[in-house]
């Protein structure tokens, strides 16, 4: 038996979508909400809060979905709802902070892993992070942002931005040492 | 500051991960999603009506202007008959000078016209209670240019001295002091005529001198004991003046709110 799919592609989905056609809306839900979970979980502690941030987003796509232009990928626009409603969900809970400090003299670089390390892994070490340190290093490091934008989006300085992924860094270099995992110095 | 290895590891491990939201997850979205939907009508019924108002009250504006016209005729008091007609004696605060002159040429119709061989052209119009009064005396001339009292109408002598009489009764029934008078010189000069047979020209005039004098002292000394309300006679003024003004007014302000409040209503029906 053939399965007949309702929606020709994403684009005719959109369009349903954005007539309020719940059952389009429902398919681009389950087609995206696991990876925006993800998104809001990188910066989020809990799963909980994690999950009702990204009911948050969703909400905002499917009632601003008539805003979306097509100039880039669907799913690049959702993740930056989901990203900037985790920011102020982090702000509201008042957990970040940004601290001027001076830039250290090299030590910023990370070694190669030496291990696998899994996701499940990574997202401990990076739970561990202040939140300040956290945010920047996931918006940089793992989102693709420029300082110059995270600086905009979090409305701190460049140099805040830099310090705080530096400091970040040698915090993720002190625990991957601990747990001998990155061969430091071993090269 | 560039990228390093391991954060293009974590990167590819991290980015393409999928965690699965809780089993009721996307009815609490749909949820959320139906209850903005009817918030959302409600907003737009109000914005509708609210427009729709606002719209009635422009046009019902527009309407009021182009039918308002405001009147550029001046608002001019026009008497309601001809001033020809015998004074009133009715102001008390005359100066003496000009109420001896009035008396005196108000007394100018008593002038008593002789009985016999006499061509002049004038004649005394006798008071109306005055048994004497001649029906077909001849018509009284006044041709005295001072006089205020010019009698140019074509009416028969018997209407004109009916007319005279009803001046003279109003005259007389206005100022009692005059009525006095009138009633003394009719007498002396009724002893007079008993005593002399005629009665000249000279003599009626020292009585009606005689009585002018009596009446304006008789004037003075009410007037000295008379008070003079002046906010009264403002107020009078200003009432007669404003009933016809304010009243022009309202008429013209009920008129464009009657007319206004018509196209409000056929507007919203």
Partial sequence: ?187 | MGRNRIEDQFKEKLIHREIAPSAGSWEKLSGQLNSEKKKGKPIIWWIGIAATLIGAIFISGLIYNNNYQPDNAPIVETPTKEIKELPTITEPAESKKGVSERIANENKIFKEKPSSGRNKSTTILKPKTDAGLVENAPFPIISDKTSNMQITSTVTPVQKEETIEQEVSKIMGNDPAIASEMNIIMAEIAQLERNNGKIEDAEINALLSKAATQISKHRQERLASEKIDAEALLWDVEMDMEDSFREKIFEVMKEGYLKARTAVVNRNN
């Fill in chain 1, 1 to 187: 038996m053939k399965v007949i799919p309702l929606f020709k592609n994403e684009s005719h989905l959109i369009s349903r979508a954005v007539k309020n056609n719940r059952e389009a809306q429902r398919h681009l839900y389950e087609k995206y909400s696991g990876k925006m979970l993800s998104v809001c979980r990188m910066y989020i502690k809990d799963l909980h809060h994690a999950e009702e941030v990204m009911l948050t987003g969703f909400f905002k796509v499917f009632t601003h979905l008539q805003d979306f232009k097509s100039e880039g990928s669907f799913e690049g626009w959702i993740r930056r709802i989901m990203i900037r409603e985790s920011i102020s969900f982090l702000r509201v809970q008042k957990d970040m902070e940004f601290r001027e400090e001076p830039i250290e003299d090299g030590g910023d670089c990370l070694n190669n892993v030496q291990e696998e390390i899994d996701a499940e892994h990574i997202q401990q070490l990076i739970d561990e992070f202040p939140e300040g340190y956290k945010v920047v290093f996931v918006m940089y490091a793992i989102e693709g942002y420029k300082h110059q934008e995270i600086a905009t989006m979090l409305n701190i300085n460049i140099g805040t931005s830099k310090s705080q992924l530096f400091k970040a860094r040698k915090m993720l270099q002190e625990k991957l040492e601990l747990q001998n995992i990155a061969g430091y110095g071993t090269k």
